[in-house]
């Protein structure tokens, strides 16, 4: 009687692993990708800036000039707001007043903000960049966990100095903002296209 029990349940567990093995060739287990939520982009569609300031360029109709108030803040500094994404350009300017020194140390420095995220960052990359109007801008394009994974500064090396940060204030993934942060590049690229001195 015993023997008859053991081989019935050996029976049964062979039976079982042959349907998990029937089960498993017919339905292979595949991991699903990494998803993102979805992100809905308004179209690049540009205003000019109120002629206030030292410059003027053209930026995003989905987007709102706010005065920056950081308490160190320079009256022509100023904040592109995009209340859809919670982003922001920030915008630095300094007159140069014809001073090479002056202007270098206001270089150095927006290199060093930028590179201040080397903890954070997997790459961070600087080029020149010649407009279409003929201004030379630095761009620094950051890549990783970053809040600002986007910065510029445009001067005409003897009165104007102007510096832009793109800042996610967001604690979401920069991977799964990437559409922001190209949607952004684009963006900072029209007002480097566009900007004029006053």
């Given amino acids: 009687m015993r023997k008859k029990l053991i081989i019935k349940a050996f029976g049964l567990v ?5 349907l998990m093995g029937c089960h498993s060739s017919n339905n292979e287990f ?3 990708p990494r998803g993102f939520n979805r992100i809905d982009l308004p179209m690049h569609e540009y205003q000019t800036l109120a002629n206030e300031h030292p410059y003027s360029f053209e930026y995003s109709k989905n987007a709102i000039i706010q005065k ?3 308490k160190n803040a320079e009256p022509h500094w100023i904040i592109v707001f995009y209340p859809k994404f919670n982003t922001r350009i920030q915008f630095t300017y300094k007159p140069v007043n014809n001073d090479p020194n002056r202007l270098q140390k206001m270089m150095a420095d927006a290199a060093k903000l930028a590179f201040n995220h080397d903890k954070k960052a997997y790459s961070i990359t600087d080029k020149l960049l010649t407009t279409k109007n003929g201004k030379k801008a ?7 966990e970053v809040p600002s994974p986007y910065q ?3 001067t005409d090396s003897t009165k104007h100095y102007l510096r832009g940060a793109v800042y996610l204030m967001t604690a979401t993934e920069n991977d799964s903002l990437k559409p922001i942060i190209d949607y952004m590049k684009v963006d900072s690229r029209h007002i480097l296209e566009t900007l004029k001195w006053q």
């Fill in 152 to 154: 510029f500064f445009v």
């Fill in 68 to 70: 920056d108030t950081f």
């Fill in 138 to 144: 630095v761009i620094f394009e950051l890549e990783g």
């Fill in 14 to 18: 062979l039976c079982g692993f042959g």
């Fill in 30 to 32: 595949a991991p699903k």
